[in-house]
């Protein structure tokens, strides 16, 4: 006789009581790009919740600031965008956070002056090229002091409110559930670089509506979206691109600061 088929099964491997075998235990992923339950709901939905809460911020924004005649008007269009944005990053954050996003690293304060900075260079070169001389901006002022919504909406808001809101939102909600829905169809490196044209170019599709930017402002634009999504993809964290965006504003409020003060203007 075999004494092999007499032995009794590897407990491990076949139950001996009609108990279920045992759980193979998986390795908790540690970031976001490998897939995983941190990002299992960000997909259409969270993806369609984003568009359609931006869509709605971008035509009542435009609405109110074409029909409603008062100097307020394009604040409240602003509030009502950022508003657009918020609702579906709360939303999405509320359901998960993917792993690994929230990082904070010292050298994503190195990439967000270097970066920030060099995007801003850029824009300078490119109003050169265009014929208009990178002259100092100015703020609104009144009886030559700064007003405080000029305060709150033009220096305080682009380097702290803007950059954090559209940076969760473009380069968070928007192209982790791009990429999320992509990934396994398409293959990591084409879902990644989908995720950040498709963002790249919402980013740049706000900023241009109701706007007219110039080109040199519109190809510096697409240029930080390009930078801020690629970091995103490149380090799986948020906060360098939200400090290459903040850098970004933030030297042309200094500039502008400059620019009113000297009485200088471009």
């Known amino acids: 006789m075999d004494v092999w088929a007499i032995q009794p099964p590897e407990p491990d491997s076949v139950p001996t009581d009609g108990a279920p075998p045992p759980r193979r235990h998986r390795t908790a992923r540690t970031d976001w790009r490998l897939g995983g339950r941190t990002v299992l709901r960000w997909r259409e939905t969270t993806l369609a919740v984003a568009l359609l809460s931006l869509g709605a911020a971008v035509l009542g924004g435009a609405l109110l600031d074409g029909r409603w005649d008062s100097p307020w008007a394009a604040a409240w269009a602003t509030l009502l965008l950022w508003v657009g944005m918020l609702v579906p990053i709360v939303w999405a954050f509320g359901r998960s956070r993917p792993v690994g996003l929230l990082r904070f690293r010292a050298i994503d304060v190195l990439y967000g002056l270097a970066l920030g900075g060099a995007l801003r260079t850029t824009q300078g070169v490119f109003e050169g090229f265009a014929g208009s001389p990178p002259l100092f901006p100015t703020l609104t002022s009144i009886d030559g002091a700064i007003a405080p919504t000029t305060l709150v909406f033009d220096v305080i808001a682009p380097m702290f409110v803007a950059p954090t809101i559209e940076e969760f939102f473009f380069r968070g909600v928007v192209l982790i559930s791009l990429y999320t829905v992509l ?8 879902a990644g670089t989908v995720a950040v044209l498709v963002s790249c170019a919402l980013f740049v599709m706000v900023h241009g509506v ?3 930017v110039g080109v040199p402002d519109a190809i510096s634009v697409c240029l930080l979206g390009l930078v801020c999504g690629l ?7 948020i906060w360098g691109a939200i400090l290459v965006h903040a850098t970004y504003n933030a030297t042309f ?4 600061l400059a620019g009113s003060v000297l009485g200088v203007s471009a």
């Open 183 to 190: 990934r396994r169809p398409v293959g990591k490196a084409a």
């Open 210 to 212: 109701g706007v007219g």
């Open 231 to 237: 970091l995103v993809m490149l380090s799986g964290r």
């Open 253 to 256: 409020v200094v500039l502008a």
